[in-house]
């Protein structure tokens, strides 16, 4: 079992920077890829980033290749998503998610999720 809190979301300017924070307890942290997921309103959750646990290699969804980074601390229990560049389109309630697998993007494949936090973009 695996417990997620999200946290560093809020209001930015277009073209700012935000640093989301996922803690998690319970379980063997380093063993888990970490994921992170954003659902906008009236869509369907979808992939942003995910770190492996095995290799610390990372994937990310092409929206946001380049502006977003995916970083963990196995230290601190911690995964983060330092975003840059934020654009209007990336307005959205982001999600961590923790799975045993490799580097995944699909959903169903993360066992644990966070309770989500909302990230706003003015233009």
């Known amino acids: 079992q695996v417990q997620l809190v999200e946290s560093g979301g809020g209001l930015v300017q277009a073209g700012g920077s935000l640093r989301l924070s996922c803690a998690a307890s319970g379980s063997t942290f380093s063993r888990y890829t970490m994921g992170w997921f954003r659902q906008a309103p009236g869509k369907e959750r979808e992939f942003a980033a995910a770190i492996s646990w095995r290799t610390g290699n990372t994937d990310y969804a092409d929206s946001v290749k380049g502006r977003f980074t995916i970083s963990r601390d196995n230290a601190k229990n911690t995964v983060y998503l330092q975003m840059n560049s934020l654009k209007p389109e990336d307005t959205a309630v982001y999600y961590c998610?923790?799975?045993?697998?490799?580097?995944?993007?699909?959903?169903?494949?993360?066992?644990?999720w966070g309770q989500g936090t909302q990230v706003t973009v003015s233009s």
């Open positions: 998610a923790a799975t045993r697998s490799d580097l995944v993007i699909i959903a169903n494949w993360y066992a644990y």
